[in-house]
């Protein structure tokens, strides 16, 4: 049996090939029609250079309905897909490139447009082959590559297909990244699986996307596409009048967020909770009570439990990824026996299985759905002339969620500015992980270890962006 996640997909297409897969804002749509022979191509130039089955293939491209044909080509071949965030700096894709070692490193997925023997089979891979590497920040530091394999990827597809009720004449609504799980896997998976068509805009843009919602039946977002829509006074009813569903994840969604939705809409949104390791993990029902403040129910393929000592979730099932690439210490910290994986979270399960999440057991810090571990970007501060120490750390924001903020203790040899930290930090790192702010203080605040705590911090810049 053939588990290469591809197949399952083309097993679904429309007989119709005249059916659009992808509906950019601007060009021509990419017809279900086309995806086997631009795949088959794609795949061809890719084994042109070298590419074989098991080969790593990173990818650093804005998104296009061309990168999503460079994926689902990955795929086809038997390769293994290494997708990077394009707000990575020079540094950081240099050590993903040491890292992977990938056989080829591609920014512009179009110049695979060139003539080349087409790779016309679907590679056989086994469901625990590797079909992508996401790489997750750590908070000791350097970035890990959480290994998914194409059992992991349908897993988690065909189960959401079928609670998220998909069904004929569903239309997508996709202004997600495709760099991570949630825009790449969750959301392009369920429309290939059911041979709908996404409406594909390039970026979340509030006014772009709402002259798209009368189309669509499906939308998935972070918590902050939903604020920015909230703040659009032709966000009403009878503009949604054609949507069945809109799901949030990514990050958690604001008790606020979710009444004023559903007063201006009349739909309540459907939380559900996910990660990089494991794919969705749990979600609200489909039918039946969304709760606010929770992300519901595990899915019906995954267990869940909470350590009763620190209350953190753990988590297994066949979506849990196959553990962290060329790091089998960094795996063995992160499993419990019998496969449970732990998640750091912290959460709370009621008596029937729904689960709540409280907050992190790590620093992590999720901002517009994005994470930034605090290590990383502590580690560049401190190099900063004039700095003795530092210390960052995620409040409240009614946008991101949250926002990175940083604590700098001066040490005296140098004048620091909010402003020329920041400053300092563009190009270094990511834009998303900069902090938002800075704050100059004399000291930090410590436990009786010497340990700076955090959550002093936390309250006392909590209302920063309140």
């Not at 992808?22 to 794609?42: H, V």
């Not at 996709?174 to 290939?192: D, E, K, M, R, Y």
């Not at 699986?193 to 509030?206: E, Q, V």
């Not at 800075?438 to 936390?458: E, S």
Request: with cysteine.
């Amino acid at each position: 049996m053939n588990a290469n996640i591809y197949k399952l997909f083309r097993e679904r297409f429309p007989e119709d090939g005249k059916t659009p897969f992808l509906i950019p804002t601007e060009g021509a749509p990419l017809l279900y029609g086309d995806l086997d022979r631009r795949t088959a191509r794609m795949a061809g130039r890719l084994c042109a250079h070298g590419v074989e089955k098991g080969g790593r293939v990173a990818a650093q491209v804005e998104k296009s309905p061309e990168a999503v044909l460079l994926y689902l080509a990955c795929l086809r071949l038997g390769a293994v897909y290494l997708p990077l965030n394009t707000a990575y700096t020079a540094d950081e894709v240099a050590y993903f490139l040491q890292d992977a070692e990938p056989r080829v490193f591609i920014r512009h997925p179009q110049e695979l447009n060139q003539d080349a023997p087409p790779f016309e089979d679907i590679a056989v891979m086994k469901e625990d082959n590797l079909a992508a590497i996401l790489y997750t920040s750590g908070t000791t530091g350097r970035s890990k590559g959480a290994m998914i394999s194409h059992g992991n990827l349908s897993s988690n597809a065909l189960t959401l297909h079928r609670i998220w009720g998909w069904r004929e004449g569903d239309m997508l609504l996709h202004a997600l990244p495709i760099h991570h799980v949630h825009g790449l896997f969750t959301a392009l998976h369920c429309a290939l699986l059911n041979g709908s068509s996404a409406l594909f805009a390039t970026k979340f843009d509030a006014a772009e996307v709402i002259p798209l919602l009368p189309q669509a039946t499906v939308m998935m977002g972070a918590p902050t596409y939903y604020a920015r829509l909230l703040e659009r006074p032709e966000l009403t009813p009878g503009l949604c009048a054609n949507m069945r569903l809109f799901i949030s994840g990514s990050a958690p969604l604001r008790l606020e967020t979710f009444a004023a939705f559903k007063t201006r809409t009349g739909h309540e949104i459907l939380e559900r909770y996910g990660m990089t390791e494991a794919g969705m993990i749990a979600s609200n029902p489909l039918e039946g009570g969304r709760v606010a403040g929770t992300v519901g129910y595990p899915l019906p393929d995954v267990k869940a439990r909470v350590d009763a000592e620190t209350g953190v979730l753990e988590i297994a099932g066949p979506n849990v990824f196959k553990g962290y690439w060329r790091a089998p210490e960094k795996t063995d910290q992160a499993f419990r026996p019998g496969g449970w994986f732990i998640t750091g979270d912290l959460a709370e399960i009621s008596g029937d299985g729904r689960i709540a999440i409280s907050g992190r057991a790590t620093d992590m810090i999720i901002s517009g759905g994005l994470n930034i571990y605090p290590k990383e970007v502590e580690d560049r501060l401190d190099l900063l002339s004039g700095v003795k120490e530092s210390a960052v750390f995620g409040v409240a924001h009614p946008d991101l969620g949250e926002a990175a903020c940083a604590a700098i203790a001066p040490d005296g040899t140098a004048e620091i500015t909010e402003e020329a930290v920041r400053s300092a930090l563009d190009g270094k790192l990511a834009r998303f992980k900069i902090p938002k702010r800075v704050f100059l203080v004399d000291d930090m605040p410590r436990n009786a270890m010497g340990k700076t705590q955090k959550t002093k911090l936390r309250e006392r810049y909590g209302g920063t962006f309140l």
